[in-house]
T-cell receptor, first 117, second 114 residues
Framework: AQKVTQAQTEISVVEKEDVTLDCVYETRDTTYYLFWYKQPPSGELVFLIRRNSFDEQNEISGRYSWNFQKSTSSFNFTITASQVVDSAVYFCALSEARNNAGNMLTFGGGTRLMVKP | GAGVSQSPSNKVTEKGKDVELRCDPISGHTALYWYRQRLGQGLEFLIYFQGNSAPDKSGLPSDRFSAERTGESVSTLTIQRTQQEDSAVYLC????????????FGAGTRLSVL
């Protein structure tokens, strides 16, 4: 069975600090996809990134960067120079390539990030 | 439409009543998903549609829950004889195809069972 763990339930930082959100996953499949979504107070989940299990190259998009390490089953997300607008709940999710539920997403419990001015 | 649309945005009902939640996916998206998010928790998968078919209904929490999709478009999630434990945000997502494509989410329906 697949499982995603986000050990940090809540993080509070001051604006301009860097912050890393941890994500650890479990899967028996060799082919899978990892995602990060942002859920602002409005409630709608916003897609941030998708990685497949064969691509361990780290990715940077503006102030966001992701570190995928298969050896530790982790897919951590770093926000550099955080801003108040980054305040939201962030979810890590896993999708196995072969399952009966159309690649449904298994979500972690989420990390609430609060960025204070 | 531009995004996934869900209605109503909020629903308050009395215990024992039936409710219907609606999802309009992004036009052309063949796959549609329902998830439930209890307060302060992550999302749990309920059911998935490929076209109008739901190959796997095992995620539905009880036989009071059912869902259908018509015209490879609109989907309705029905909860019969609602219980207080059904209170949650119900989120719908759609994607182009079931394989590896990104799921785009609606804003959800917040259901409160009194």
């Amino acid at each position: 069975a697949q499982k995603v763990t986000q050990a940090q339930t809540e993080i509070s930082v001051v604006e301009k600090e860097d912050v890393t959100l941890d994500c650890v996953y479990e899967t028996r499949d060799t082919t899978y996809y990892l995602f990060w979504y942002k859920q602002p107070p409005s409630g709608e989940l916003v897609f941030l990134i998708r990685r497949n299990s064969f691509d361990e190259q780290n990715e940077i998009s503006g102030r966001y960067s992701w570190n995928f390490q298969k050896s530790t089953s982790s897919f951590n997300f770093t926000i550099t120079a955080s801003q108040v607008v980054d305040s939201a709940v962030y979810f890590c999710a896993l999708s196995e390539a072969r399952n009966n539920a159309g690649n449904m997403l298994t979500f972690g419990g989420g990390t609430r990030l609060m960025v204070k001015p | 439409g531009a995004g996934v649309s869900q209605s109503p945005s909020n629903k308050v009902t009395e215990k024992g009543k039936d409710v219907e939640l609606r999802c309009d996916p992004i036009s052309g998206h063949t796959a549609l998903y329902w998830y439930r998010q209890r307060l302060g928790q992550g999302l749990e998968f309920l059911i998935y549609f490929q076209g109008n078919s739901a190959p796997d209904k095992s995620g539905l929490p009880s036989d009071r829950f059912s869902a259908e999709r018509t015209g490879e478009s609109v989907s309705t999630l029905t909860i019969q004889r609602t219980q207080q434990e059904d209170s949650a945000v119900y989120l719908c997502a759609s994607s182009l195809a079931r394989s590896k494509n990104i799921q785009y989410f609606g804003a959800g329906t917040r259901l409160s069972v009194l």
